[in-house]
T-cell receptor
Framework: KAGVTQTPRYLIKTRGQQVTLSCSPISGHRSVSWYQQTPGQGLQFLFEYFSETQRNKGNFPGRFSGRQFSNSRSEMNVSTLELGDSALYLC????????????FGPGTRLTVL | QQQVKQSPQSLIVQKGGISIINCAYENTAFDYFPWYQQFPGKGPALLIAIRPDVSEKKEGRFTISFNKSAKQFSLHIMDSQPGDSATYFCAASGNNAGNMLTFGGGTRLMVKP
């Protein structure tokens, strides 16, 4: 069974631009969560989607948004990029909502110049 | 507010030794405690997880010890191997939080041959 895939793997943007990251969960998984990983703040929860509905949201500004499609694939968008948005963005999928083992993708490395 | 505190930040162990990583949490609503292993360039991978109804869980060389009254849990890696060299994260999740994980700051483990 294929793992979680994330595209693109690397991205370079400039301040003020927007970016869209994509995540394809493991086949059959209906929950997708997004995390931001930085050296300073570690791993921080962004949001979680289950059955196309946002179920949880972390403490991030409204510039960070996401959505989930009917095939469980998910996208996250960051508008008006700031230098501090440079990070590894990780997507994790699981079978359902709550107490389920989460499988992480390799992440998208975003660099904001 | 960091709700899961992890120590040490880095750890060097000789091959065959025991690696011990500790975590403490504040939120008494947490009731699911997984440990993740992350290699450079990869996403975190679930190692082992525990719920507070047991005080210890063992899987191969990996053991979680859990102390509910002290709100602490730890990972023990027995017979540590150079291939165990990675960054380890503890995490916690609570009731009604879906799959949202709160991560500790991470421990960079190096096992010397």
């Amino acid at each position: 069974k294929a793992g979680v895939t994330q595209t693109p793997r690397y991205l370079i943007k400039t301040r003020g631009q927007q970016v869209t990251l994509s995540c394809s969960p493991i086949s059959g998984h209906r929950s997708v969560s997004w995390y931001q990983q930085t050296p300073g703040q570690g791993l921080q929860f962004l949001f979680e989607y289950f059955s196309e509905t946002q179920r949880n949201k972390g403490n991030f500004p409204g510039r960070f948004s996401g959505r989930q499609f009917s095939n469980s694939r998910s996208e996250m968008n960051v508008s008006t990029l700031e230098l501090g948005d440079s990070a590894l963005y990780l997507c994790a999928s699981s079978t359902g909502w709550g107490y389920n083992e989460q499988f992480f993708g390799p992440g998208t490395r975003l660099t904001v110049l | 507010q960091q709700q899961v505190k992890q120590s040490p930040q880095s750890l060097i162990v000789q091959k065959g030794g025991i690696s011990i990583i500790n975590c403490a949490y504040e939120n008494t609503a947490f009731d699911y405690f997984p440990w993740y292993q992350q290699f450079p360039g990869k996403g975190p991978a679930l190692l082992i997880a525990i719920r507070p109804d047991v005080s210890e869980k063992k899987e191969g060389r990996f053991t979680i010890s859990f102390n509910k009254s002290a709100k602490q849990f730890s990972l023990h890696i027995m017979d540590s191997q150079p291939g165990d060299s990675a960054t380890y994260f503890c995490a916690a999740s609570g009731n009604n939080a879906g799959n949202m994980l709160t991560f500790g700051g991470g421990t960079r483990l190096m096992v010397k041959p």
